[in-house]
T-cell receptor, first 114, second 115 residues
Framework: EAAVTQSPRNKVAVTGGKVTLSCNQTNNHNNMYWYRQDTGHGLRLIHYSYGAGSTEKGDIPDGYKASRPSQENFSLILELATPSQTSVYFCASGDAGQGFTEVFFGKGTRLTVV | GEQVEQRPPHLSVREGDSAVITCTYT??????FFWYKQEPGASLQLLMK?????EINEGQGFTVLLNKKDKRLSLNLTAAHPGDSAAYFCAVSADTGANTGKLTFGHGTILRVHP
């Protein structure tokens, strides 16, 4: 079974503070993704990566950075957290190399910025 | 970029009735289509993936229809039961050759099946 593990699962942060959300996958997938989920918006793509050392902007990258130091790990960084970034964040991994198969999601991180 | 519209946002049906959720998309290059189920507080569970070449796909208790001409994807739960109560999301990915695997999601449908 494909495994994507996110940490922390819940986080309360202060406005203006730095937040790092971590994601680890044991699927040996090349691609990894960060989405946020808000009521009425479904999931929206923030950043993604093709492999170690690569990060690409998704549809809503403003206010976020990403880091892919290894095949297994992909982090989402909020340098200056704002209340509008309160959301549920999902990490995912997938391998679209030989035709698109499936994207596997983690269990999500609930972030509250106060 | 791709736009995906999902309807209805909320759906309430009686046990045993059918429930239909529909998504329309804009990118004619869309090639991969997915339906996900999400129970409260949980992650997304893949129900079915559909490729552009197949118009009808059947799963356990549901059917997915793809109309490429109208750019419409639908999920039909044929005899809903309370365990089907959840949020459902469609997702679309274009085959651009770049193999990004990026998904564009619909806004979701909250389905409630009551006895």
């Amino acid at each position: 079974e494909a495994a994507v593990t996110q940490s922390p699962r819940n986080k309360v942060a202060v406005t203006g503070g730095k937040v790092t959300l971590s994601c680890n996958q044991t699927n040996n997938h090349n691609n990894m993704y960060w989405y946020r989920q808000d009521t009425g918006h479904g999931l929206r793509l923030i950043h993604y990566s093709y492999g170690a050392g690569s990060t690409e902007k998704g549809d809503i990258p403003d206010g976020y950075k990403a880091s892919r130091p290894s095949q297994e790990n992909f982090s989402l960084i909020l340098e200056l957290a704002t209340p509008s970034q309160t959301s549920v964040y999902f990490c995912a991994s997938g391998d679209a190399g030989q035709g698109f198969t499936e994207v596997f999601f983690g269990k999500g991180t609930r972030l509250t910025v106060v | 970029g791709e736009q995906v519209e999902q309807r209805p946002p909320h759906l309430s049906v009686r046990e045993g009735d059918s429930a239909v959720i529909t998504c329309t998309y804009t990118d004619p290059n869309s090639y991969y289509f997915f339906w996900y189920k999400q129970e409260p507080g949980a992650s997304l569970q893949l129900l079915m993936k559909v490729f552009s070449s197949t118009e009808i796909n059947e799963g356990q208790g549901f059917t997915v229809l793809l109309n490429k001409k109208d750019k419409r994807l639908s999920l039909n739960l044929t005899a809903a039961h309370p365990g089907d109560s959840a949020a459902y999301f469609c997702a679309v990915s274009a085959d651009t050759g770049a193999n990004t695997g990026k998904l564009t999601f619909g806004h979701g449908t909250i389905l409630r099946v009551h006895p």
